[in-house]
């Protein structure tokens, strides 16, 4: 088979040089304290990058990024529709530059995602014989896994294999491979990448039904023999309604099974819901914003009074674990980036991070500092 692989490495590198007006601006500001500096002897950093990310078009933001977090994971950019978009073709053109962003500020990389049911390209979706996605299956793993082993810190091999209750997602690999499949692209991430950490991460894998379904899952690749790392949980929540003491009995069981726990995907909602669950299936979706928006010019203080106190809680619960957590990741650097303001509602303004649209820290971001006084 013929692969083309368009490298990083034959890109030219563009230079953004930010206006002397910004630069002024962002000298004079006072020094914040730095999360990656606060908790480096408990935790690493992380946050989701997007591609203006990546590419540093934004001085702003890439001050903050660098200064704050020692962790990143890809928002989209290691998806199958991008990094594979035809049977024979993969484009690791932004991938590799985040892994040279990463290298060049001491910021680890976590892979995101190998094996996933939703952003997968025409081709695959579109594969009805078994035999041609167990070959796409390996074939992706394998290629991907190889080109980035001693480049990414860990990947997230199988992300979002469970439903609500516990049971397997009917999604195109378990109905084409059968249920073995997440140990078999944990066996094929392992051979690939031997010296990169292997994860399982899903959403709602705090709650007692879908939190059996990952233990399940964890013990199978075990008893197989297979390397397994780590469990992402992924930490999609509302600020008023954080499940503590689901929290914590996930972080107990999961280490208990041997494997490191993370948060990878951190945000907390202060928008009305409209139903009333944690939900991160990005195929959920409820209607446009009209008269479901509350907060459209700035979030008040109340509100910043809960986020603020979800975000302690979450972090004396984090620290009173250190032992058994080995990274938090918010997903998206500030306000303006969260998927949540457009999802399950398209167009809203939430607020779900600790920067908001001008990267200024919130007070939750001073609540998360003060937890380690
Ligand atoms: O944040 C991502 C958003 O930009 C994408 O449109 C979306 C599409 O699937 O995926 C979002 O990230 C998801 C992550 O990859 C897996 N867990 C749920 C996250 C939020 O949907």
């Not at 692989?5 to 206006?19: D, E, M, V």
């Not at 950490?197 to 959403?203: A, H, I, K, P, R």
């Not at 008893?223 to 929540?237: E, K, L, N, S």
Request: one cysteine or more; hydrophobic letters at 40%.
């Amino acid at each position: 088979m013929i692969k083309i692989f368009i490298s990083f490495a034959t890109i030219t590198t563009t230079c953004f040089f930010a206006p002397i007006q910004i630069q002024a601006q962002i000298q004079d500001q006072q020094p914040i304290p730095s999360l990656k500096e606060t908790f480096k002897n408990e935790f690493l950093i992380g946050t989701a990058l997007n591609t203006s990310q990546i590419l540093e078009k934004d001085v702003t933001a890439n001050k903050l990024i660098t200064q704050q977090f020692n962790a990143a994971t890809p928002e989209n950019i290691m998806k199958a529709e991008i990094i594979h978009p035809t049977w024979n073709q993969f484009d690791f053109t932004l991938a590799d530059k985040l892994v040279e962003y990463g290298r060049k500020n001491n910021i680890k990389i976590n892979g995101h995602t190998l094996i996933w049911h939703s952003q997968l390209p025409r081709f695959v979706r579109q594969i009805k014989s078994p035999d041609s996605l167990a070959q796409f299956f390996a074939d992706h793993i394998t290629t991907i896994a190889s080109h980035y082993d001693g480049k990414v810190l860990s990947w997230d091999v199988v992300n979002e294999a469970l439903e609500e209750n516990g049971s397997l997602r009917k999604s195109i690999f378990l109905q084409q491979l059968g249920e073995g499949y997440i140990v078999e692209a944990f066996r094929l991430a392992q051979k690939a990448a031997p010296h990169t950490e292997l994860y399982y991460n899903d959403y709602n894998i705090e709650q007692p039904k879908k939190r059996a379904g990952a233990i399940e899952i964890i013990k199978k690749i075990k008893a197989a023999g297979v390397r397994i790392d780590g469990v992402g949980i992924q930490g999609h929540w509302r600020a008023s309604k954080i499940p503590l003491a689901e929290i914590e009995q996930s972080i107990l069981d999961f280490s208990a099974l041997g494997v490191k726990v993370m948060f990878t995907e951190l945000d907390l909602s202060v928008l009305p819901n409209p139903w009333d669950s944690d939900n991160a299936d990005v195929s959920a979706t409820a209607g446009n914003s009209k008269g479901k928006d509350p907060y459209p010019n700035g979030l008040p203080d109340s509100m910043q009074t809960i986020l603020a106190k979800g975000y302690e809680d979450l972090f004396r619960l984090f620290l009173k674990h250190k032992d058994k957590i080995s990274r938090i990741t918010f997903w998206g650097v500030n306000d303006g980036q969260s998927w949540l303001n457009n999802f399950p509602i398209r167009g809203r303004t939430n607020y779900p991070t600790l920067f908001d649209r001008t990267y200024t820290a919130k007070p939750a971001f001073y609540a998360v500092i003060a937890t380690k006084k």
